[in-house]
């Protein structure tokens, strides 16, 4: 089987390379049009790849089709700088330029339409909005590095940003995806416009997937504890927008959503946990008003609330309380307005401004533990520490830019001033210096400060209010070239993060541990991305060295991969035919952080994943396509964040086709 795979992928390079089409058909977007693309996270101004000031990476429908991905977190993951680890529960954790730990994903701003999706006990948007399923969304946007300056404590290593479906024009769009481990996905789009100016945007995704894999879990003196799971996951995403313009100068945008995610049988601890259910159920909703003025300024009032509950079943065993299962159940939410005044630029004026200022609520509202022994003792009844927490966080802010009178240099400068209830006041500035030498070269010099405040989750686990917030430096240089069929970028970075807020082992505390700001760590890198599109291909490649470590110890973060590649091929057959194969390359990370009974960190092998997607035209409006997940079946494994030595089982291989349609 493995000599047809590798004799199948011989064929599938050498069709690429015979296969001719009419040089004169336009396949894709060109260089010039992709580095002109809008950039809307780093800014409230649209920005593009030689004027943002952040690393930033977008990805649309195209770029997650060629990639097979099935989920949200696939998608992120294949870029460099950037790690997606296996969780708790089917959860997942990010990390971005090092530091991977279960914690990892505190401190990176999720967000949908701009709504913060975080948690407010465990600061994560990860755990709560796993999958918003690709079926809903327009883009992905993905800075690398802090966003404070605009976001506040929620985006302290980076950004995720989401966009949901929306169309100009009348559309509907229909896929349906099936394959191996009893893989379905579903997604439906529809945009229809009213005479009175109105528009309505509805999406719809659904999907779901088996997994067989082996852990190997707590030991207990010499015993090794392998557990074989048969994981399953089911998602669902709604998003529903509507648009209204009263007048040419002001507009009224709402939206609404609603995202559930359940998972069975997937690990959940340290210790052996069996029998798991985690659910969650997330609800959200906005308005937005925007009134233009002649002056060219604009005045945005928005208003956001989102809610989660979340429940999880389990059947565990810890050496304190023996066998039992467990449940847990818990209730939060969010709410929110933004007051946003911006000034463009004028033929007179070289310097454009927003000025920002907002008020946010959050509240833990329920959190309930039930325990049941097996050897029928009596239940125990706990709650979370957090239960019935409430945050007051007020900001304002300024995102401004200045072109200075050679037109060549510009300076982007601002910064966020966050009040909390419990009195804290943290500022974090920004500044970058860019300099466009013409218009396809830019170089960038850029400053970023940010801060992640305690959750409410670690505030509670203490017994004093002596937590402070976390507190990072990034330092970056930014090369971006274009050559009429080709892009280069080059970035050197270098993070300082003081006061990390880590867990420290204490008996004397109700739970044996309690969050200190004790972590004092740090990371470098360079990341390089290049491109090179034609009429016959399209080859995207990006990778990272990074090297991050504990600056107290001298370790280093050994589970996030020192080198990471990413190399993705293209070749369009005509006729709206195409097949992409792209591949995934980690290496030099640990399987574990720390040593477990019997067990040492050890090296994992190099990873190294190849997929391949086909596309072809059976109309003008209906694509059938293929994807393959690891096409050579490589035993690839991931580092764990819950210390599972040899670390944990990336996807084997798995084959899906499915057909999109759009009218």
Known sequence: MKMNRFTLFFLLIVLCFSTSINSKEIIDLSLEQILELDITSVSFFEENKFTAASTVHVLKPKDWQRLGSRRTLDVVGFQAGTLVAPSIYGNSVVSIRGYTQIASSRGIATLLDGIPTNGVRLGSGQYITQNIQLGVLDRIEVIRGPGSAIYGSDAFHGVIAMTTFESQKDVTNITAQGGTKNYYQTAFQHSAGFENGARVNLAFSASGEKHNR???????????????????EESQTISLKTKFRPSSTFKILSSIYFDNYDTADYPGSLFRVTDTDWSSKTMAAQVTAEKSFDSGRSFETRFYHISNHSDLSIVTSTPAKGDFQSFASSKENRSGILLTLRQPFM??????????????????????????PLDESPVIISKFGAEGEKRKVGHILLDAKTILPNKKWSLNYGGRLDKYSRGDIQSTPRLGLIYQHNKNTAYKLLYNNAFRAPTLGELTDRSDDELKPETLDSYELVIVK???????????????????????????????????????????????????????????????????????????????????????????????????????????????SSAIGSYNPETLPTYWRTDLNFKTALSSNKDLF???????????????VLINPEGVADDAFKISTGIRMRW
């Open 214 to 232: 082996t852990y190997i879990g707590q030991t207990i003196g010499t015993e090794v504890l392998k557990v074989k799971t048969k994981e399953t």
């Open 347 to 372: 033929i007179d004026n070289n310097t454009r401004y927003a000025i920002g200022a907002g008020f946010e609520s959050s509240h833990f509202q329920d959190g309930l533990i039930q325990d049941f």
């Open 482 to 592: 274009q050559y009429e069929a080709f892009s280069a970028e080059i970035i050197l970075f270098e993070n300082h993060w003081k006061d990390g807020i880590k867990i420290v082992l204490d008996s004397s505390k109700p739970r044996g541990f309690e969050y200190r700001n004790v972590g004092k760590n740090s990371s470098h890198g360079i990341e390089t991305s290049l491109a090179w599109n034609s009429n016959l291909y399209k080859i995207d490649v990006s990778g990272s060295y990074i090297e991050s470590k504990n600056d107290k110890t001298e370790e280093g973060h050994e589970l996030f991969p020192r080198f990471i590649a990413n190399i993705g091929f293209t070749r369009y057959l005509g006729n709206g035919s195409e097949i992409s194969i792209n591949n995934r390359i980690q290496d030099q990370l640990k399987d574990i």
């Open 626 to 640: 293929i994807n393959i997940i690891n096409f050579f079946n490589v035993d690839n494994r991931n580092p764990s």
